[in-house]
Every structure is written in structure tokens, then in C-alpha cells.
């Protein structure tokens, strides 16, 4: 089995290393930005909710008769959908919408008069139910909000993400070719010398970098080798000479 060379196997690192890099640092960057939107957007939804409840209560006190109405504007100025439960009766703007829709955990968290909220699937959207319950007035607000708009947002911010550390994992990896292509360079200067100085040509010399100190040295050190090689060489050569005669 043939073995990889040095240069293969530090570049393998290098571009290892760099999309690890990527990968973590972009999953930490998604999900702490997914963290601060999803919080801020239900935060948001609820405190309209809060808003939405307190013009209901003033309906029902004031002109109940008016109520239909005051839902349709809400749906309308918030792009949600409202449901009342008011004296055992269920009250909605959207007729083709049943208020069975609403999960049962959040109706037995309003029975309890807990304000309360839960993220369910509807279609494949995710959707945000929030109950305020009104105890003065007997009754119970819930608002349903799409988050189908928040989902794309996180879709598109997910390919953003994935884009950068696929970019950043390609360039660590040239990169890293680049400087392992760099740092190998003496020593396959080394190599190429030592196999002509092993087919016969002692004449082979590594240049000296005066820049590169580790280079100078090895050159050097090279260079000085060949040279104590050739000398012994000659003495050899010389020896064999003088006994022969």
C-alpha cells in the first residue's frame, strides 16, 4: 500500500482543521442568532397578545355586541387570528377556522387562568398559540400567529451560514496547500540533491537562503556533508592509490 506523502497529509490537516473551524463557528453563529430572533418575535407576539386582550375585555364591558368586529380588526392589524371563549361560546373572525385548532395543552393552561404559549406545526408552518385568560370578564383570548415568515428568515440566514463555512472550509484548504506547498519546499530541495549526490554527481549543492535562517542551516548542513564526503572520497581514492603502487 502506497503511503501518502507528507505534503498530502498536512494539507488533509490543514483543510480538516479549517472546516471544523467553519462548522463550529458558524453553528454557534445560526443558532445564536436563531435563539435572539425566535425570542424577540414571541416576545413581540405576546405582548400584542397582551394588547389584543385588553381591547377585547373593553368590549366585552362597554358593547359586546361590537366583539365580532373588534376581531376582525385585530386579525387584520396584526395579521393573526383571534378566538374568544366567552360565556361557553367560541368566537372567531375566519369561519372556516374551528377552534379545535388550538391545542389542548394551551386550553387547560387557560381553564388554570396561566398566561401561556405553544409552537405547533400546521402544514408544515410552524405557528405560535398564545391564551390570555380574562377572569373579570369570563373569558379567555387566544391569538394565533403564523411564524412562516420567521421560518424562511431562518432558512435563508441557514444557507448564509452553510455558504460562509463551506467558503471559509475551501479557503483554509488552499491555504494550507499554499503553506505546506511553502514549507516543503526545502526539504524537497533536500531530497532532489541527496538522490544526485546518490547517482554519482558529488558536485550538487543546495543554494543558501541568507533569509530563511532554518533553509541557511540546512543548506549548510547539506553542503558541508557533501563536501566532508568528497574529501573522504579523495583520501579513500589516494589511499587505494599509494597501496596499489
Known sequence: MRRRSLRLRLSLAFGVGATLLSVVFASLAYFGVRHILVTERQATDLRQAYVNAALVRNALTTSPESLPEVLHSLDVATSSTSFL???GQWYATKANTSQKVIPSALRRMAVRDVVSRQVVLRHGTPVLFIDVPLPTSHA??????????????????????????????????????????RAMAPLEVASAAA???????????????????EVATLATSFNTMIEQLVLRLQRDARFAGDVSH
Open 85 to 87: 371563549r366567552w360565556q
Open 140 to 181: 379567555t383570548y387566544y391569538q394565533l400567529h403564523s411564524l412562516g415568515d420567521l421560518e424562511a428568515t431562518l432558512k435563508r440566514l441557514f444557507l448564509i451560514f452553510a455558504g460562509g463555512a463551506l467558503f471559509t472550509s475551501l479557503l483554509g484548504a488552499l491555504s494550507g496547500s499554499l503553506i505546506t506547498r
Open 195 to 213: 538522490q544526485r549526490v546518490a547517482a554519482g554527481e558529488l558536485d550538487t549543492r543546495i543554494p543558501e537562503d541568507p533569509k530563511n535562517s
